[in-house]
């Protein structure tokens, strides 16, 4: 009877000390088919946060078929600049996003609505194939090192791309066809 007691006691201490809040991240594709040698833009959007100092992100995607771009990248949230900011980095599953922030940032403060930029970088796609992007891992938010409130993180569904390749005409067809119209127009 005494573990009872404590066990629900100890609960209790947890579920009133900690203020759960769900913040949600979804990606959008640019295109959903894209041909070889062409990018894809990747976008990751942020709302429902509260308050947030420590992001860590995990977007899985097929890195044989897309190659990441880190010259592209873009977010409402401020660059790696050594020390604090975002990063954005090429993973053997995909992508990792890793935010420090100097301060806490909220949906409200980086553009005053509830819904902000993440991220955005291209991918070039480099092999034939499909490809699904989907987030795997979220650490996070710690709010000043842990002290702060923890908030849970909702992820959107999952998307999916194909890369393909665009056959080339090939010079000689295009000889031929002109040949023949030459040739047709000759016997009218």
Do not use: C, H
Not at 5 to 29: C, K, M, P, R
Not at 30 to 35: C, I, K, L, P, R
Not at 60 to 70: A, G, V
Not at 151 to 157: E, M, R, T
């Amino acid at each position: 009877m005494k573990k009872f007691i404590i066990t629900i006691a100890t609960a209790f201490v947890l579920a009133t000390s900690i203020n759960v809040q769900a913040g949600l991240i979804d990606i959008e594709l640019s295109n959903n088919d894209v041909a070889l040698g062409n990018t894809l833009n990747v976008k990751l959007w942020g709302s429902s946060f509260t308050e947030f100092d420590t992001l860590f992100v995990d977007l899985e995607f097929d890195i044989s078929l897309y190659s990441f771009q880190p010259a592209t990248v873009q977010s409402e949230l401020p660059l790696f600049d050594g020390l604090w900011g975002l990063e954005v980095t090429e993973q053997f599953f995909g992508a990792n996003l890793t935010f420090y922030g100097e301060t806490s940032f909220t949906d409200q403060n980086i553009d005053g609505d509830d819904q902000f930029l993440l991220a955005s970088f291209d991918l070039l796609a480099i092999a034939e194939g499909n490809s699904d992007f989907q987030i795997d891992t979220l650490y996070g938010p710690l709010v000043a090192l842990g002290l702060g409130d923890s908030q849970l993180i909702d992820v959107g569904p999952s998307v999916n791309a194909v890369s393909t390749s665009v056959p080339e005409p090939s010079s000689f067809a295009i000889f031929m066809l002109s040949a023949l119209m030459l040739v047709r127009r000759k016997k009218q």
